[in-house]
């Protein structure tokens, strides 16, 4: 009996990322167009659903590498590995089970703690942003930067850092949304603190430094990922132009509070 070894996945990890993201996208659409799900269950079947898909997806086409899930347990396995796949099914399960069009699927690659690979899909908006993108030509900047922020628990020091650079806020829903309207020339700044996971900004984080876009924590130092606790609790996503005053607005706020 020959033995035929499994066929070897040919695409590059920009596109499995884009292809699980847009996977992902269209169950997601198809669970919340009318009649697809009861209100009652939509949330929860959107976290599920679009994990298993997910998880089926990367592992068939990277069976050696390791997977972070916001919707799986971690056993802490990952943190020997180079090659992390650190993914949010669902990120704004709030949005989407308001049917809004601010939610978004997350597919990261984290290499060697490097947020290498990133494919951010918006299925309300039939968009998808990746690492593999040409990078956009930005318009001028605008006479007042726009900012963005959550808009149910914008942090205070979100709010001091936008009056001290004198900032527009727009409020907006997740975080892969936010990220991406930076990316798409919607706004210049995003910044957040007050709380985030590895799996809800690597896949934003890999898109935006890929486009052009400064990234870092808010304190300047680099985003690293595939830690041993996910927790990840700061970031800056913004246009080159503005990282030096909003990282200064940011540590004139610090001691202010101390």
Same mark, same amino acid.
């Given at each position: ?102 939610? #978004? ?5 984290? =290499? /060697? *703690? @490097?947020?290498? $690979?990133?494919?951010?899909?918006? +299925?309300? &908006? ?84 890929? #486009? ?5 924590? =808010? /304190? *300047? @130092?680099?985003? $690293?990922?595939?830690?041993?606790? +996910?927790? &990840? ?26």
């Amino acid at each position: 009996m020959t033995n035929i070894a499994p066929a070897v996945d040919q695409r590059t990890d920009d596109q499995v990322a884009r292809d699980v993201a847009l996977a992902a996208a269209a169950l997601l659409r198809d669970l919340g167009a009318p009649g697809g799900c009861p209100d009652a269950d939509l949330r929860a079947r959107g976290d599920s659903e679009a994990n298993t898909l997910i998880l089926d997806l990367l592992r068939a086409a990277r069976p050696d590498d390791f997977i972070l899930s916001e919707e799986s347990h971690d056993d802490g396995a990952r943190c020997a590995a180079r090659r992390v796949w650190i993914v949010d099914p669902l990120d704004g399960t709030r949005e989407f089970g308001e049917r809004r069009d601010d939610w #978004a699927v997350h597919i990261g690659l984290a =290499i /060697d *703690g @490097a947020p290498a $690979v990133g494919a951010v899909a918006l +299925p309300a &908006l039939d968009k998808v942003f990746t690492t593999d993108d040409s990078a956009p030509a930005f318009a001028a900047l605008p006479a007042r930067p726009r900012m963005l922020v959550s808009r149910s628990r914008a942090h205070a020091m979100v709010n001091a850092v936008a009056h001290a650079i004198d900032a527009e806020l727009v409020p907006m829903g997740s975080a892969g949304a936010k990220a991406m309207a930076v990316v798409a020339g919607d706004a210049e700044i995003y910044l957040h603190a007050g709380g985030q996971y590895e799996w809800d900004n690597c896949a934003p984080v890999a898109v935006a430094a890929a #486009a052009g876009l400064h990234t870092s924590r =808010i /304190d *300047g @130092a680099a985003l $690293v990922y595939n830690c041993r606790d +996910p927790l &990840l609790p700061d970031l800056l996503i913004c246009r080159p132009e503005y990282a030096a005053t909003v990282l200064a607005a940011v540590a004139a706020w610090v001691p202010a509070r101390e």
